[in-house]
């Protein structure tokens, strides 16, 4: 039997209220019942199992430590993915620039940076022939989500993958909305191009508008 | 001819409102563009279908078990209840509802010197969202709960080359039907609620067999564990509980065990 929106709600208003009353057990039906859906956007976002487990137990730790912040107005289960996905760009950032200071510590790298993304997966391009071949798809795919910037790839996924909104986009990515929607169209963008041919735009100049 | 840019393309295929009569306009009349946007469609499918590999179904309890150690017992103090946030935005309404009223004049012929009948009143509104909310979630908790007994009591294991019956599905929902059962329980004590927190209270010990027992009984541990649900009559009792909350979700009335006023006066006292 599936649970109703409004009675996952009450369920979730019940066990939040006893946790806030010291019952800690009670907030064992908020893990139990969300870690799933947890588990899809970390794994998507990471594209890695054990980095996907790491981000639940994180998410649901600040969950925890930050109930008594939660107001009754808002969901939980938005609340706890927004907290999830937070924490997973901060992860990523700064994965990233530590894997950047290994790698070569005089160039400093940020999520800012412009990197081309083209540039990134160059031999990833799938011939003709391999891309009949769905993992091989697969994997271009997953590549060129990974090469995006970290609150690209969270924007995609809580977009185009999860269907979310673009304000519930803008709080996660600690943005307003016009650059949520900007961060989501770049994403599509870059994806299309390192897709190329499979799913490619006709012409770079379509970026522009002045193909004619 | 001049085609849709990319980001007019990326913006109608998302959805976007502003131009989008112009935009559809000139999709329809442009097989370039028509093609261009099954392209990005299709790219955005094959993202949605992306497998994600199953956690499991025990994956929560995994999270759970992880975490719990971690987790500091929040220390509950009379003062900290009135200050959560969730409190605080129902009495700034309440305080917004009354100056309301005050301004328009209608303050005095309500409120006693004390204000205590405005105080009543909220009192008991909030114990009417109390209750729907405990209702709500008891009723689904009910209906799922229902299936596993139903399950069980419709299990046909006799015969002399049966030497096992597997449990291993109904025992797992039990578990995960543990937790909120016990949470209900307790909430509905609290709110007074006798009726739901006896029928809970027997359900949790069935519940407890059921999430106890192998994954596989033999046919004696079977019959003693359907005999538990005939004896204490629980499917009755859980059916009618059920039917006993539609009536008070769709009525508001008063629930088996005491009046919504008695309710009110107690918490009143609390």
């Known amino acids: 039997m599936n649970e109703s929106v409004e009675s996952v ?3 979730d208003d019940i066990a939040i209220e006893r946790t806030l009353a010291g019952d800690r057990d009670a907030f064992r039906v908020l893990v139990e019942r969300h870690s799933a859906t947890i ?3 970390a794994y998507r976002l990471t594209g890695n199992h054990h980095d996907a487990e790491e981000i639940v137990q994180e998410a649901f730790l600040r969950a925890y430590q930050k109930l008594e912040q939660f107001a009754s107005q808002a969901n939980f289960a938005t609340w706890v993915y927004r907290i999830a996905a937070n924490y997973t760009i901060d992860r990523m950032r700064q994965r990233k620039q530590e894997d950047a200071r290994r790698q070569a510590p005089s160039a400093e790298m940020t999520d800012d940076v412009d990197q081309d993304p083209l540039r990134q997966i160059p031999d990833a391009m799938p011939s003709p022939e391999r891309l009949t071949q769905s ?4 994997r271009q795919m997953e590549n060129a989500l990974q090469s995006l910037t970290p609150a690209e790839r969270t924007a995609f996924v809580m977009r185009h993958c999860d269907g979310c909104g673009i304000e519930e986009i803008a709080a996660a990515l600690k943005s307003n909305s016009s650059a949520a929607k900007n961060t989501v169209f770049r994403a599509v963008h870059k994806l299309r191009q ?3 041919p499979q799913f490619a735009p ?3 100049a379509r970026a522009m508008g002045t193909e004619s | 001819m001049k085609h849709l840019s990319e980001e007019h393309l990326i913006a109608y295929q998302d959805g976007e409102r502003a131009g989008r009569e112009a935009a559809a306009a000139h999709i329809n009349s442009c097989t370039e563009c028509q093609a261009e946007l099954h392209r990005l469609a299709e790219m955005l499918a094959a993202y949605q279908a992306l497998p994600v590999p199953d956690p499991g ?3 929560g309890r995994r999270v759970w078990q992880q975490i719990a150690p971690r987790l500091e017992e929040k220390r509950s103090h009379w003062w900290q209840v009135f200050l959560e946030p969730r409190r605080l935005t129902a009495a700034g309404l309440v305080a917004a509802l009354l100056l309301v009223a005050f301004l328009a004049g209608r303050v005095s012929k309500r409120v006693t010197p004390s204000g205590g009948e405005a105080t009543t009143t909220a009192t008991a509104d909030a114990a009417q969202v109390r209750e729907r909310v405990l209702l709500l979630a008891v009723g689904e908790h009910l209906g799922r709960s229902e299936m596993v007994l139903m399950e069980i009591a419709n299990a046909q294991p006799e015969g002399a080359s049966v030497k096992q019956v597997n449990l291993s599905s109904q025992r797992r929902r039990a578990e995960e039907l543990l937790d909120e059962n016990r949470l209900y329980r307790q909430t509905a004590l ?5 009726g739901i927190a006896n029928v809970l209270d027997e359900l949790e010990r069935v519940l407890l067999d059921v999430a106890h027992s192998p994954g596989t009984v033999t046919p004696t541990q079977f019959k003693s564990i359907r005999q538990r ?4 009559g629980l499917l009755f009792k859980v059916r009618v509980l059920t039917k006993e909350i539609e009536r008070r979700e769709n009525t508001g009335k008063p629930g088996l065990a005491e009046s919504g006023s008695a309710k009110v006066e107690r918490n009143n006292q609390a």
């Open chain 1, 9 to 11: 709600r009450a369920a």
């Open chain 2, 229 to 232: 649900i005939d004896d204490d």
């Open chain 2, 57 to 59: 179904e025990d994956y």
């Open chain 2, 190 to 194: 609290q709110e007074g609620d006798t």
């Open chain 1, 135 to 138: 993992v091989e798809l697969r």
């Open chain 1, 202 to 204: 006709r012409a770079t």
């Open chain 1, 194 to 196: 390192m897709l190329e």
């Open chain 1, 39 to 41: 588990f899809r956007l």
